[in-house]
T-cell receptor
Framework: GNSVTQMEGPVTLSEEAFLTINCTYT??????LFWYVQYPGEGLQLLLK?????DKGSNKGFEATYRKETTSFHLEKGSVQVSDSAVYFC???????????????FGSGTQLTVLP | NAGVTQTPKFRVLKTGQSMTLLCAQD?????MYWYRQDPGMGLRLIHY???????AKGEVPDGYNVSRLKKQNFLLGLESAAPSQTSVYFC????????????????FGDGTRLSIL
């Protein structure tokens, strides 16, 4: 079956530090890959996505590259800010049954805290 | 810009009580989903719908029922609540997918925190 393994947290960094959150996946076929972010008391927001191998998703200074050979989609940011403190979820999207609906399979989430 | 709205935001129930969680979206999305979020487990799909009048089971459907009578609304029901259903419930919606549109991202509500005593 499909699964996503995410770097366990919590992760605590100082402001302007480099961030990497590891994500690897197991899936049949060619899933789309996503990073979602959840701020306290809120729902999940799409951060970035990649739909095929070697695609790089980027948004708000965050980047992740779809690596089919290593089945990975690691999240990186060169200089984190206090406002980046949140829970980050890696997810893959695959077909639901034989129709066109899609299912998201999530990793367990990584809590990031950035200190000033 | 409401997006996906969930009501209520919080609820405490006693074992055996019933309740309905409401999800409404104003983006004219075809697909809607209900997930539950438990500590250390990410989100798991309960039920989903690909259009008005249609619903289907996800990964963890037992103990829940759903209905999609209107395109913009997706209801999640607990007929007889159990402590194991204590969780945070998220609704999501997305455009339909296909060869032209590709994989469309899901848009989430802010969640309903449900405690079953």
């Amino acid at each position: 079956g499909n699964s996503v393994t995410q770097m366990e947290g919590p992760v605590t960094l100082s402001e302007e530090a480099f961030l990497t959150i590891n994500c690897t996946y197991t899936a049949t076929g060619y899933p789309s890959l996503f990073w979602y972010v959840q701020y306290p008391g809120e729902g999940l927001q799409l951060l970035l996505k990649a739909t095929k191998a070697d695609d790089k998703g980027s948004n708000k200074g965050f980047e992740a590259t779809y690596r089919k050979e290593t089945t990975s989609f690691h999240l990186e940011k060169g200089s984190v800010q206090v406002s980046d403190s949140a829970v980050y979820f890696c997810a893959l999207q695959t077909p639901l049954g034989s129709g066109s609906a899609r299912q998201l399979t999530f990793g367990s989430g990584t809590q990031l805290t950035v200190l000033p | 810009n409401a997006g996906v709205t969930q009501t209520p935001k919080f609820r405490v129930l006693k074992t055996g009580q019933s309740m309905t969680l409401l999800c409404a979206q104003d983006m004219n999305h075809e697909y809607m989903y209900w997930y539950r979020q438990d500590p250390g487990m990410g989100l798991r799909l309960i039920h989903y719908s690909v259009g008005e009048g249609t619903t289907a089971k996800g990964e963890v459907p037992d103990g829940y029922n759903v209905s999609r009578l209107k395109k913009q609304n997706f209801l999640l029901g607990l007929e007889s609540a159990a402590p194991s259903q204590t969780s945070v419930y998220f609704c999501a919606s997305s455009r339909s997918t296909g060869a032209v549109l590709g994989n469309q991202p899901q848009h989430f509500g802010d969640g309903t925190r449900l405690s079953i005593l």
